[in-house]
């Protein structure tokens, strides 16, 4: 938009007028600007509801007045949103009147002197204003909320000091009224001025009734027939440069303002230098108090680290608590540390109960160490408080579940600042540790919560002597043994007293889901004893430990006998028939297996079922082993072959490929002859046996035959002429390329 412009002289009146100024508007125009003889710069409302914003020089030669002004239609704000205060020294003013008649287009802006109205200055002013600031503002206030209320004079030397009065009230303000206050920053009658706001010297009398009178020159009270009368004289109110701070714990201030909380932190936030809060609160909800609530300013400002005196801490733990549930998680840590940051003094009761209501309203629905500083607060007012140990419980769970909240300024403060919660949450990390200990080194890795383990907690200490450097991780056997020994004895307890103990070392030594190896578990029993691991719960990684080692492991078979023996009780029936299975791998390793190898394993493998990998691989390959050597248990390679078992059939087959075997299909033409008969027998026991037994034939045996020589050939005929029946011819034709062979190898492959 753009602004008619506006020219007047006392001697001549009106002498140029920007096109289309209406003659009314004129009319009453000249008689507000004929009120202004003396320098001045004012934001004056007509009865239309449009507004004009002047600048009043004097001619240092003729005395004569010229005033600049433009008018403002209802509801307009200057171009660029800009308060019309900030027009104060723009050069955009003309010094002097143009020549008369001229008719001057429209300003299109009113720029802002550079540097006058600057965040700085106006922070530097706002401090020097002191306790007068919060009565100006509660004043202002007033006349915000009802414009019938009294006018506010403000008395100092200096009118530039009154621009930046209207200045630093403005930006407090909410937009609407900022930019709808009038304002003068010069009346030689006060009583004659038409604005909310009016600026005067200290040598103007004038009656003070019905006025809101501040002086705001620093210095000595001024006495005399000049001076701004007494709080007594027509009975107005007059605040004085004898008023104390308004940022002192009470919110002690003039008399108006310590009465306004909206002022009294208002004032604080423009003495800390934080203009840009008061935009940023008015974007928060209020409670009932409309525009001028001061819980949304006392909570943004507390939350950007401006200090507040009691009533400003009071009036931001009940807005939080009103407004608990539009707070995200982020808003919470700031605001939380910054009610409960140390004070100079005991605070009020009303302030206690308020963050005692914030604490109820919140608790459950923010993590606990936002609770925290809450929970040391009302502890150091309490030397007893019942909430502590549930706090202190939950904030244990939160920071197992995430370590990184432990560096959090809040949690740090409040375990510093109490060491009952802080006793209280070791206490509870000592109790979790032997479920989850890695969890809590990695918290003591994390922050340094422990400082020095009081006795007592073994698992604690037991975690905090893991989490040194220097101490062993998970590397060789001999690195592990030697860790559980430094954990064990850090806990300063005997695992036969404290069996608990032996789960929180154990399962540091092998976290999560390692598992100690056979021979490691054979060492921690016999170290141990049996009782403690059942009262600690750790036999079944032991029991784990043997089911699940390697198949080759020499150590599995007599830990398995070891289990059955210490554990005959907690074993449940799946596994007794797996560690049953792994016996009987043994028995068969040592040759006193017993009469019919392979219906014993079947039925072991029965009530195994299903039974780890390791261990049937383990089983069933020495079963096969046995089923392989030339002296085998007489009718078990006809009960492999009818069992149609696919496990232990395919254990069959793959022990005839093994390295071992096949050098001694190659080079023992006896050998050979013998599995060529097993392998042709038994035809139609089972499908699984003849696929077998027919890829055996042409995967196996063939390919090794082609290593050996004519006379080794003549060996091996003349061992299957010996077994009798027709082997011979048989091995004859299906070695015999062409002829016969793709019949026989229809009757001895794979079918």
Known sequence: MSLAQLHYTSAAGFTAVSPDVPRELLDEAEEVLAAFPAPAFSLTQLSDGSRLLSRTTTDPESGAAHTHAVHLPAGERLPGGALPVTAWDSPRWAPVAPAPGSTPEPLDLLTPAAGFFDREG??????????????????????????????????????????????????????????????????????????????TSPDVVFPTAGFRVHRCDSGPSVTGAGSVPSVTDGGSAVSDTGAGPDSSDTGAGPARGGDDAWAAVAAQVWRAGRPELFKRAAAQPSLSNGEFEEGPLAATALSAGVPLDSRGRTAAARWAEQHADGLSASDWPALVGALCAPVPGPRPDGELDALARLAERVDGKVPTEILAPLAALFAAEDDNPA????????????????????????????????????????????????????????????????????????????????????????????????????????????????????????????????????????????????????????????????????????????????????????????????????????SLAEGRAGAGPVATALTLRSAAHPVEPTVLRRTFGLVARDLLAEQRPVGELSALARSGDADLIGAYGTAARTAPLLDRLRTAPSYAADCFVAWTSHVGASGVWDETRGALLEEVLRPALQHMTSREIASLLEHLDRSGGTHAADFRAWHRPGGTLGRLARRFGRR
């Open 122 to 199: 106006l922070a530097a002013f706002a401090a020097a204003c002191g306790g007068r600031l919060a009565g100006v503002l509660a004043d202002v206030r007033a006349l915000c909320e009802d414009p019938g209320a009294q006018p506010v004079v403000l008395v100092a030397q200096d009118p530039a000091d009154i621009a930046r009065w209207v200045a630093v009230v403005g930006a407090a303000l909410p937009r609407e009224h900022a930019h709808g206050l009038t304002f003068t920053t010069y009346a030689e009658r006060p009583e004659h001025a038409l604005q909310q706001i009016i600026g």
């Open 387 to 586: 909430a502590v140990p549930e706090l202190a419980r939950q904030l244990a769970h939160e920071l197992l579940a995430d370590p990184e909240r432990a560096r959090s300024a809040a949690v740090r403060e409040a375990l510093d600042r109490h060491t009952d919660l802080h006793a209280q949450l070791l206490f509870h990390l000592d109790g979790l540790a032997p479920d989850n200990p890695f969890s809590v080194v990695r918290l003591l890795h994390t922050a340094d919560l422990v400082r020095g383990v009081p006795d007592g907690l073994p698992h604690l200490r037991m975690c905090a002597a893991y989490s040194l450097p220097g101490a062993s991780r998970q590397g060789s056997d001999e690195d592990r043994e030697s860790t559980l020994h430094t954990v064990l004895r850090a806990a300063g307890v005997s695992p036969m007293v404290e069996p608990l103990v032996l789960r929180t070392g154990f399962r540091l030594v092998w976290p999560e889901n390692l598992l100690p190896t056979p021979q490691e578990a054979r060492w921690i029993l016999g170290e141990t004893g049996s009782d403690a691991h059942r009262t600690a719960g750790t036999y079944p990684e032991l029991i784990r430990a043997a089911l699940e080692g390697p198949a080759d492991d020499p150590d599995v078979t007599p830990l398995a006998a070891d289990l059955i023996r210490c554990f005959p009780h907690e074993i449940d029936a799946r596994q007794l028939g797996a560690l049953r299975m792994l016996e009987f791998a043994e």
